[in-house]
T-cell receptor, first 110, second 112 residues
Framework: GQNIDQPTEMTATEGAIVQINCTYQ??????LFWYQQHAGEAPTFLSY????GLEEKGRFSSFLSRSKGYSYLLLKELQMKDSASYLC???????????FGAGTTVTVRA | DGGITQSPKYLFRKEGQNVTLSCEQN?????MYWYRQDPGQGLRLIYY???????QKGDIAEGYSVSREKKESFPLTVTSAQKNPTAFYLC???????????FGNGTRLTVT
């Protein structure tokens, strides 16, 4: 089975940096995804990690440590539009199945 | 433009009625998925299909049924056996791993 944990809520100031942690305990691992979801909308893909290390994509970076079952999503130079829920998801190694954490709601304040 | 189309966006039904949610994709993806999302919660997997004419139960399949007769289509039926059907339903598709999932815009189902 999959057990994926994220903090429920985080608040940060416009222009600041926020780090969203995700820990997982899974029966197998074939990659970790981060998605952004604005209220009432569909999730959109942000990043993918399958090997240890940091993946940088503009203002967003994602880090993975497979030995620790740990990932984080780093949001830099926060903007008001970054206020959203951020979902961590782990892929099953045996098929296409993707299991999601409950999501972290980030609120950006002026 | 390629994408995933879910219809309708809002759906209202009376308790005891079956209802079918539509999902169509023109991305030529092999795999398709149905997730359910309740307020303040993450996505829970209902059913998924890796290939035409084959599908597997996810974590919360009870009270739901699916079919995959065509690569492009993966309709979900919410039956009267589903105890709490009111939720936001999301359909997604993906190419072979490690491709990410692409989501439709969702159907918000309300059963009264």
């Amino acid at each position: 089975g999959q057990n994926i944990d994220q903090p429920t809520e985080m608040t940060a100031t416009e222009g600041a940096i926020v780090q969203i942690n995700c820990t997982y305990q899974t029966s197998g691992f074939n990659g970790l995804f981060w998605y952004q979801q604005h209220a009432g909308e569909a999730p959109t893909f942000l990043s993918y990690n399958v090997l240890d290390g940091l993946e940088e994509k503009g203002r967003f970076s994602s880090f993975l440590s497979r030995s620790k079952g740990y990932s984080y999503l780093l949001l830099k130079e926060l903007q008001m539009k970054d206020s959203a829920s951020y979902l961590c998801a782990v892929r099953d190694p045996n098929d296409y199945k993707l299991s999601f954490g409950a999501g972290t709601t980030v609120t950006v304040r002026a | 433009d390629g994408g995933i189309t879910q219809s309708p966006k809002y759906l209202f039904r009376k308790e005891g009625q079956n209802v079918t949610l539509s999902c169509e994709q023109n991305l030529n993806h092999d795999a398709m998925y149905w997730y359910r999302q309740d307020p303040g919660q993450g996505l829970r997997l209902i059913y998924y299909s890796q290939i035409v004419n084959d599908f597997q139960k996810g974590d919360i399949a009870e009270g739901y049924s699916v079919s995959r007769e065509k690569k492009e289509s993966f309709p979900l039926t919410v039956t009267s056996a589903q105890k709490n059907p009111t939720a936001f339903y999301l359909c997604a598709s993906s190419d072979r791993a490690p491709s990410p999932l692409h989501f439709g815009n969702g159907t918000r189902l309300t059963v009264t």
